[in-house]
């Protein structure tokens, strides 16, 4: 087991309190808890791709990355003026 | 040798940044003082987990892979921040 996939399982665990919040908090908290949690999924998948020498799965964290910005804004939109 | 102790010193700090960036977003009251956690998260720690990528790998096509999504985070996560307490202003009643 590499650095890299040790560090993408921390990073997975330190989700929790995130997701703690996205599930238990307020509607702008859990907003909040989302764009953290989609965030730190690019990383842990870049460190997965790197950990596994697997150089093909690259293409989903620079794939969730671009959508992360329409997929947040979404959220933001529907939190501002429809929920 | 001494890449590996960079790579891994790298991973630990990008690691680390997101813990301490985990717990602030769980204690910090209100949603406009843990969106002030979000940013760490994302443009600090993937540039570190970039840098570790390229410790290890080089000049490849795994570590330009991983610059263009941390070119596409740190470009975007500013503007989605920005949207996002907009937002939370926006509504009546919310924690500020």
């Known amino acids: 087991m590499t650095a890299f996939v040790i560090a993408a399982i921390v990073m997975l665990v330190a989700l929790v309190p995130a997701g703690v919040t996205l599930v238990r908090g307020e509607l702008a908290d859990s907003v909040v808890g989302y764009e953290f949690i989609s965030t730190v999924i690019v990383m842990i998948l870049a460190l997965l791709a790197e950990g596994f020498g697997r150089p093909g799965l690259f293409e989903f964290p620079v794939i969730l990355a671009v959508l992360l910005f329409g997929g947040g804004l979404v959220f933001v939109r529907a939190l501002e003026g429809w929920l | 040798m001494i890449r590996e102790v960079v790579t891994d010193a790298l991973l630990a700090l990008a690691t680390l940044t997101v813990v301490l960036s985990s717990v602030g977003i769980a204690v910090m009251p209100g949603a406009a003082a843990k969106l002030h956690y979000v940013t760490p998260a994302a443009v600090v720690a993937p540039v570190l987990v970039t840098l570790a990528v390229f410790v290890r790998e080089g000049l490849d096509s795994s570590t330009g892979m991983t610059v263009i999504?941390?070119?596409?985070?740190?470009?975007?996560?500013?503007?989605?921040?920005?949207?996002?307490l907009r937002a939370i202003r926006a509504r009546p009643g919310e924690r500020r």
């Open chain 2, 69 to 84: 999504a941390l070119v596409f985070m740190v470009a975007v996560s500013p503007y989605l921040s920005h949207a996002t």
